[in-house]
């Protein structure tokens, strides 16, 4: 048997995407490797692009998101990190809002400002009025809606709105609603960010960002610079993400469903003082959740009586469904704790801390509910 023989895939057919691996893409001609570059940003040049395992993702992301384009990255702070630097030069301005995901927090205060983008944090819940913070120099406005750990709802709508009247890009941090929950690109949004690591991965095993886009040269631009960082991301990973993605509906409709009946259960708790969960009937953006989305998400956050640290411990010492760990999306539910500082280190925020995060998973809501109740009667009895 030839090698060519044993390659001859005509004869198979199967119903998953293959995983192609290279670091090498190896052209037949002088003139078409000469010429390599011109395939980009769609083609094959060399493994830091991308291989069709990569572009068969990249495509059903981009449909998830309705619109052309989407480049993945090796993780989900890559894709935002990407997607600032994408945009921002020395003497910029950017509006970030202020309960964004941490990491890029900390990136846009640290980083970005050392690179001389002027850096603005402006409160979740402004609205229309985020035009009023509008500079010449503006060139994004970053939304993340719910905010990480405080679940402000932001109005997208409004916001894309009036950047759009003076000419200024928006992105947004889609990943706790997911395309399946809220399509950002549909209200305008220019830039829209998962998480993959989270719901679409599914299973807390891989780690991967996106970024989709209707406009061309931001997908053009978004794949330079994968190309001139060396943001890789393995053709495995792209294919776990992309068979996550088929049973996302399920998951998440479930994972929504059994995070509400968690909080209706703990809203009545006598040491809980707020449930922070948006598609809760009562909670402060509840119409505008209504107005905006389709689906709920699985993360929900518990804002306890007054306490010390001794009575935190125990209730993660008790919990026993539930793991304490970072990350959230995946089948198996998971509890964080978000300290109080951090909140206060916010510029506008409204919630302090601490608070208890926890992410629904696909065990029995009725299991989890109990877990959860158990662990607060620690607490109670550690105040
Ligand atoms: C987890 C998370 C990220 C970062 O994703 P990683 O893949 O863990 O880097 C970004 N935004 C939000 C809202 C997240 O929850």
């Known amino acids: 048997m030839k090698p060519t023989d044993r390659n001859d895939t005509a004869a198979f057919a199967s119903l998953g995407t293959p995983v192609w691996r290279a670091s090498t893409v190896v052209f037949a001609t002088l003139d078409q490797f000469v010429a390599r570059r011109e395939r980009l940003p769609d083609g094959f040049t060399y493994g830091t692009t991308g291989t069709p395992t990569q572009r068969a993702l990249e495509q059903a992301i981009a449909d998830l998101d309705e619109v052309a384009h989407c480049v993945v990255f090796p993780s989900g702070q890559a894709a935002i990190c990407a997607t600032l630097l994408t945009l921002l ?206 689906l709920g998400g699985c993360t929900l956050s518990l804002q306890l009586q007054d306490a010390g640290f001794d009575a935190y411990r125990s209730l993660f010492a008790a919990l026993k469904v539930f793991r304490l760990g970072a990350s959230w999306g995946g089948v198996h539910s998971v509890a964080a704790f978000c300290p109080a500082d951090e909140l206060a280190a916010r510029r506008h925020g409204e919630v302090s801390g601490p608070l208890v995060r926890l992410s629904i998973g696909l065990e029995e809501p009725q299991r989890l509910a109990d877990d959860v109740l158990d662990a607060l009667q620690c607490f109670a009895s550690h105040r």
């Open 89 to 294: 030069r020395a003497g910029d301005h950017v509006l970030m809002v202020d309960s964004a995901y941490g990491p890029a927090r900390r990136f846009a205060g640290e980083r970005l400002r050392a690179l001389g983008v002027d850096v603005e944090f402006y409160p979740p819940r402004i609205g229309a009025a985020i035009g009023a913070l509008i500079k010449p120099q503006t060139r994004l406005v970053w939304m993340e809606s719910p905010g990480t750990m405080t679940m402000e709802l932001q109005d997208v709508g409004a916001i894309t709105a009036a950047a759009r009247a003076q000419g200024v890009a928006t992105g947004i941090d889609n990943t706790w609603a997911s395309p399946l929950g809220f399509c950002a690109a549909a209200q305008g949004v220019d830039l829209v960010v998962h998480a993959c690591t989270k719901y679409m991965g599914g299973h807390s095993d891989v780690l991967m960002g996106s970024v989709s886009t209707a406009s061309e040269s931001l997908y053009r631009a978004l794949r330079d610079l994968q190309a001139g960082m060396g943001l890789a991301v393995s053709a495995e990973d792209c294919f776990l993400v992309e068979r996550g993605l088929q049973t996302l509906q399920v998951r998440q409709q479930r994972q929504a469903a059994s995070a509400l009946v968690l909080a209706q259960r703990l809203l009545p708790h006598s040491m809980v003082k707020q449930v922070l969960y948006p598609p809760l009937p009562g909670s402060p953006d509840h119409p505008l959740w209504v107005r905006d989305h389709r």
